[in-house]
């Protein structure tokens, strides 16, 4: 069983469109992420959720808008789709330990997706 | 702000060649520190990791070392294989209330890994 698995794998659309990108995490954990990764590689987090709600929020413009129904389960939509959103979007899981300042938990990811606008 | 450095690739290597990668980082506090691996069309695999000074994170004949002193986390393999051909990522967690910050990977800029038979 994939442990973090998300869909599509593959995504090719046109500029203007609204796409969603779905993620599902089967390891029983409490935080979701959403990470993108640019064509020279960067990766940079998006959002974070713990137990669905909303606690990492970086400098992302408004028109990506995550949604997680449970915490199982962590979507990403993107509308008005721009060329500069072509990338890889990645999301991840982890189960908080400990309390207040841990570090050390593992952030596990999903195969990704691969998003090109054109 | 935390930040992680590595160095630049691509690094080319023959087959049962040694291996180092460099990562420095800047960060506050004591972090947690990752390498993570990214095979060709695939998604991110955690390969080691360390939560505190002198660890040292094995996996696969992989090995890196937290040093603290020279703020460095190299990863290192003795002889490498055509199928270590990859990216490799160095990344930190910075300790905080993780609902700021705890859960956050601050990734360097990735390293390509060519190994030739």
């Known amino acids: 069983d994939t442990a973090v698995s998300q869909t599509p794998k593959y995504l090719v659309t046109q500029m203007g469109n609204d796409k969603s990108i779905k993620c599902e995490q089967n390891?029983?954990?409490?935080?979701m992420y959403w990470y993108k990764q640019d064509s020279k590689k960067f990766l940079k987090i998006m959002f974070s959720?713990?137990?669905?709600?909303?606690?990492i929020n970086e400098t992302v413009p408004n028109r990506f808008s995550p949604k997680s129904p449970d915490k199982a389960h962590l979507n990403l939509h993107i509308n008005s789709l721009e060329l500069g959103d072509s990338a890889v979007y990645f999301c991840?899981?982890?189960?908080?330990?400990?309390?207040?300042?841990?570090?050390?938990?593992?952030?596990?990811f999903g195969e990704g997706s691969w998003l090109t606008v054109v | 702000g935390n930040s992680v450095t590595q160095m630049e690739g691509p690094v080319t290597l023959s087959e049962e060649a040694f291996l180092t990668i460099n990562c420095t980082y800047t960060?506050?506090?004591?972090?947690?520190l990752f390498w993570y691996v990214q095979y060709p069309g695939e998604g991110l695999q955690l390969l080691l990791k360390?939560?505190?000074?002198?660890d040292k994170g094995s996996n696969k004949g992989f090995e890196a070392t937290y040093r603290k002193e020279t703020t460095s986390f190299h990863l290192e393999k003795g002889s490498v294989q055509v199928s270590d051909s990859a990216v490799y990522f160095c990344a930190l967690s910075a300790p905080g209330p993780f609902k700021a910050a705890g859960n956050k990977l601050t990734f360097g800029g990735g390293t390509r890994v060519l190994v030739k038979p």
């Open positions: 959720y713990n137990n669905k709600e909303l606690i």
């Open positions: 991840a899981s982890s189960q908080t330990t400990g309390t207040g300042f841990y570090s050390g938990n593992t952030i596990y």
């Open positions: 360390a939560t505190k000074a002198d």
């Open positions: 390891l029983g954990h409490d935080t």
């Open positions: 960060a506050t506090g004591y972090p947690s």
